[in-house]
């Protein structure tokens, strides 16, 4: 728990303003796959300031050969949620501003507006744990929108959490990863770009390592006495500085990394994050007796789906029907309407209204860059979609 505190109801009313109940969502016809997947861009947060720095493109930590050996149990705090962190009014903000910044870089100014849904990949899964009706649970997803586009942001209990089930999953990356540049130390953030059946989705998830030498990237030796280059205020948000800095191939394989106990099956939690983060693999360090760990094993979507049978397409096609509940929602009713979507393990979601004074994904900058290019639909459009 965060000295700061518990804020998983912050800024909600107290009664549900309504509920969207399990059962009436969709469990046929729906997407089995995502498409036409892209990746837009990337940044990673700069720790070594107090105020809010992040390295765009910024560099993945990379991932080497262990053959396994003894490893010590996680313990301590971790950051769980460092955008909500670093801007509590605003945590969308840094994807927003790195995406529009790399795609100006490429000349090709990216059109927020194709977008239906502006997420983390972290809600993504946490809509599939409601679908799939995975017993006990709590979880927040704060929602807006600025035009037709639906923003989902995330939200946590708390941004710190203490460590307090048996894990490996920090000491494993410590052990078996190396940054690629003296400044490319913190949390790696990948902007993903892809259909899902009717929505176009833009998604945001931290990359644990990547795998250079798969691309035939040199190894580096890092100069420790390399200097940050200049920061730079964002013109959206002018708290959250930019720093030029970093490389990342445009096809170097991003990996995400899990620790999990040897004899307790598989872990199949992965294949939802592998599915709705479009990472290349996984890796998976098994572990037995008081840490004791082979090579870690690396999965792929292919690989993990050989061992889930039959496949979740039941619950993807909930998924698909609850996201698009959730967007009629937000698009008929008022523009600055915003609420929160809360679980607490029954079979529905209830909907709270938030305060209008209440922080949201998004900080005023930011919201009036989006509506240059996110615009409301017309309003016979809107009539006519209503009835």
Known sequence: MSADGFWLFEGLEE???????????????????TKYVDRVGSYQWYLNDETPTILVPGMPVESFYWPGGKLQQDHGVVIY????????KGS??????????????????????????????????KIFAFCQEAGEGLFRIDCERVG???????????????????????????????????????PFYQLMA????????????????????????????????????????????PEIEVVRYGEVPHDVPLQVLTTY?????FPFFTWAQLFFTNASNE???????????????????????????????????????CLGKIFKFLTKNDKNFRCGLVWKGKAHLEIFAKHPEADGGITEGVRQFL?????????EEAEGSAN
């Not at 870089?105 to 972290?122: C, E, G, R, Y």
């Not at 106990?261 to 099956?265: I, L, M, R």
């Open 15 to 33: 009664e549900p303003y309504g509920l969207l109940p399990l059962v009436n969502l969709s469990a046929k016809g729906g997407p089995t796959s």
């Open 81 to 88: 949620d460092v955008n909500h962190m670093k801007v509590r």
């Open 92 to 125: 969308l903000d840094a994807m927003i501003i790195a995406a529009k910044l790399l795609s100006e870089k490429k000349k090709k100014p990216l059109d927020f507006s194709q977008f239906h849904f502006i997420t983390d990949a972290v809600n993504l899964q």
């Open 148 to 186: 037709q586009t639906v923003l989902l942001t995330r939200m946590e209990a708390s941004d710190l959490m203490e460590i307090g089930h048996v894990t490996f999953d920090q000491n494993l990356k410590y052990r078996m990863t190396r940054p690629r540049g003296a400044h490319s130390t913190g």
């Open 194 to 237: 892809y259909q899902f059946g009717s929505y176009r989705i833009l998604v945001r998830y931290e990359v644990d390592c990547a795998d250079y030498a798969a691309v035939k990237c040199t190894p580096v030796t890092v100069d420790k006495s390399e200097a940050l280059p200049p920061k730079e205020k964002s013109a959206e948000n």
């Open 261 to 265: 106990p040897q004899g307790a099956g």
């Open 283 to 321: 890796l998976i360090g098994w572990f037995k007796g008081n840490g004791d760990f082979g090579k870690p094993a690396i999965y792929t979507m292919q690989d993990v789906s050989k061992m889930m049978k039959p496949l979740p397409l039941v619950t993807l096609s909930k998924v698909h029907d």
């Open 371 to 379: 509506e240059t290019q996110c615009k409301d639909a017309p309003e």
